[in-house]
C-alpha cells in the first residue's frame, strides 16, 4: 500500500499560441511554456527518467484529434532529450486493447513521431498495480495506481482538450485516469452518476499528481468528445505544474462556468491544486484573443433535478446506439461495459434495461461504430 500527499506547485498557466502541427513551431510554442513553469528547469535535468503520459482512448490518426497529436510528443521528448532525460511513453488506453500493445503506440503515430530518439514504449500496467490511500476523497479512499508511475523521476502529462460526454470535459486531470487499474475502472463507471464519476475523476487524479501538464489544444474537439465530437482548431499549447488550475483556465476560456466540469472544483477541495481563477497567474498568450466557446456533449440527463430523471427517465435520455454497418463484431464493447449490457453475434446489441448510459463502449470501439442518440424529447428540450 502506497500513501501520497499532494505535491502542489504554484498556481501559474502558461498559454502560447500555436497555429499548425509544423514541429518547428510547435517546438518552440511548447518550450516557451515550460520555461514559464516556475521550477520546470529542475525537472529536467540529465539522468532523469521521464515518463510522458499521452491520451491514447483507443489509437487514431492525428487528424481525428482524438489523441495526443504525435507531433506535440515529440516536441516534449525532444525538451526531454536535450536536458538528458530517459524517456519512457506510456498509457493505458482502453482495456481490450491491453492484447495488442506492441501496436498501440505505432497506431497512435507515436513510435514514428519519436524515430530517431531514444524513447521506451510501455503500458501503464507492465508493471502492475498499487493500492494509494487518499487523505481526503469524494468517492474512493483507495485507488489502485499503475507502479510505473512512482517508478520514474518526472511524469509530464500530455493531455488532449476535448469534451467528454461523461465528465463534459477532459484534460489534466481526467487524462490521469489511465493509470487506475482496469478492474476499478469498470467499478468507477458502473457508479452511473456524473457525480459519483466526477469525484472519482477527482480521486484517480489525487492518487498520482503529475509533475508538469503540457495540454494539446492546437486542434481539439467538442460536441460528442471524446472520440466523436467535431474537430476544430483552437491554436493554443498551455503547461502548468498545477492541473487543476490548468483545467479550471482553459474550461473559462472554451465558454464552461465554473463548476460546470464538476472533477475540477472537487480535485481543488481535496488539495490537488487551486481551481480559483483569482489566484492563478496566467502568462503568454492574450486571453482575450483564445477565448473560443466549445459545444456542449449531449448529456440532459445529469442537469436534471433527480425527480424529473426518474419519472422522465423513458422519454428524456442519451444512450449509446450500434451503427450495425459499421459494426465488426470485434467484442471490445462487450468486453468494457461495466452493466453486461453488452452481446456480440453478428453486431453488438445493447441491451438497454441494463444500460447505464456510461459510453465505455463507444470510446472502445476501433470502428466508431457506436454513436450518441438522442431521445426526440431530450433534443426538443
Known amino acids: 500500500m502506497w500513501y501520497i500527499w499532494p505535491m502542489l506547485q504554484p ?11 509544423n514541429l518547428d513551431e510547435l517546438r518552440r510554442a511548447v518550450r516557451k511554456a515550460v520555461e514559464a513553469v516556475p521550477d520546470s528547469s529542475k525537472l529536467l535535468r540529465g539522468g532523469q ?26 516536441a ?5 532529450a536535450e536536458a538528458g532525460g530517459k524517456i519512457i511513453v506510456a498509457d493505458q488506453p482502453t482495456y481490450y486493447l491491453t492484447g ?24 501503464l500496467g507492465a508493471a502492475g498495480y498499487s493500492a494509494v490511500r487518499l487523505p481526503r476523497f469524494h468517492c474512493w479512499e483507495y485507488i489502485h495506481t499503475a507502479n510505473l508511475l512512482r517508478e520514474v523521476d518526472v511524469v509530464i502529462n500530455l493531455p488532449k ?13 481526467k487524462n490521469m485516469f489511465g493509470g487506475l487499474a482496469p478492474r476499478q475502472r469498470i ?36 460536441g460528442s468528445g471524446p472520440s466523436q465530437g467535431r474537430v476544430r482548431r483552437w491554436g493554443v499549447v498551455a503547461a502548468s505544474a498545477d492541473g487543476v488550475a490548468l483545467d479550471a483556465v482553459t474550461e473559462m476560456l472554451v465558454g464552461f462556468r465554473p463548476g460546470e466540469v464538476l472533477s475540477t472544483p472537487l480535485a ?60 465488426i463484431a470485434c467484442g471490445g464493447c462487450a468486453q468494457v461495459c461495466p452493466a453486461d449490457a453488452i452481446t456480440v453475434d453478428d453486431y453488438a446489441v445493447i441491451d438497454y434495461r441494463k444500460c447505464i448510459e456510461c459510453f465505455c463502449c463507444m470510446e472502445a470501439c476501433p470502428q466508431d461504430a457506436i454513436a450518441v442518440h438522442r431521445s426526440l424529447l431530450s433534443r426538443i428540450v
Open 11 to 21: 498556481a501559474t498557466v502558461a498559454l502560447q499560441s500555436c497555429s499548425t502541427y
Open 49 to 74: 527518467i521521464v515518463l510522458l503520459k499521452p491520451n491514447i482512448v483507443t489509437p487514431r490518426p492525428p487528424e481525428k484529434a482524438v489523441c495526443t497529436h504525435p507531433a506535440l510528443l515529440r
Open 76 to 80: 516534449v521528448a525532444e525538451i526531454v
Open 100 to 123: 495488442r500493445a506492441g501496436h498501440v503506440f505505432a497506431e497512435a503515430g507515436y513510435v514514428e513521431a519519436c524515430k530517431g530518439l531514444d524513447v521506451e514504449f510501455q503500458l
Open 161 to 173: 482538450c476535448k469534451t467528454h460526454v461523461q465528465t463534459v470535459y477532459t484534460g489534466a486531470v
Open 187 to 222: 467499478e468507477v463507471h458502473a457508479l452511473g452518476t456524473f457525480k459519483a464519476l466526477s469525484g472519482s475523476v477527482a480521486d484517480i487524479y489525487g492518487a498520482f499528481v503529475p509533475h508538469l501538464n503540457i495540454l494539446d489544444a492546437v486542434w481539439v474537439m467538442d
Open 268 to 327: 481543488a477541495e481535496s488539495g490537488w491544486g487551486t481551481a480559483d481563477r483569482q489566484h492563478i497567474a496566467v502568462t503568454g498568450a492574450d486571453l482575450g484573443a483564445l477565448r473560443i466557446r466549445f459545444a456542449r456533449p449531449p448529456g440532459l440527463m445529469r442537469n436534471l433535478p433527480p425527480w424529473l430523471g426518474r419519472a422522465g427517465s423513458r422519454f428524456i435520455y442519451v444512450r449509446p446506439r450500434v451503427r450495425r454497418r459499421r459494426c
